[in-house]
Nanobody
């Protein structure tokens, strides 16, 4: 059974930064594309960023140029550096497989961008 543990969220003012972390209990973690997802209040969960390797990443248009996804395969961990945060970035952030997410979602980490 796969397990994802997200952390690093919080309350931040517009323009601020946060760094999210996700520890994944996945065998052979490094061969999988991983993704960060978010769910805003009243909206469906959406894909925010994908990573296979440092040179192979992809971002939703809404976060491109502000967010950076990275990973540490030795630690089975994926990160999301979020800069220039906007109120519309508010939501619960989750990680999962990037190409075929499984139903074993973690608890997520809440990000609230507000003045």
């Amino acid at each position: 059974q796969v397990q994802f543990v997200e952390s690093g969220g919080g309350l931040v003012q517009p323009g601020g930064s946060l760094r999210l972390s996700c520890a994944a209990s996945i065998i052979n973690f490094g061969i999988y594309t991983m993704g960060w997802y978010r769910q805003a209040p009243g909206k469906q969960r959406e894909l925010v960023a994908l990573i296979l390797s440092a040179s192979n990443t992809n971002y939703a248009n809404s976060v491109k140029g502000r967010f950076t996804i990275s990973r540490d395969n030795a630690k089975n961990t994926v990160y999301l550096q979020m800069n220039s945060l906007k109120p519309e970035d508010t939501g619960v952030y989750y990680c999962n497989y990037g190409l075929n997410p499984v139903n074993d979602w973690g608890q997520g980490t809440q990000v609230t961008v507000s003045s």
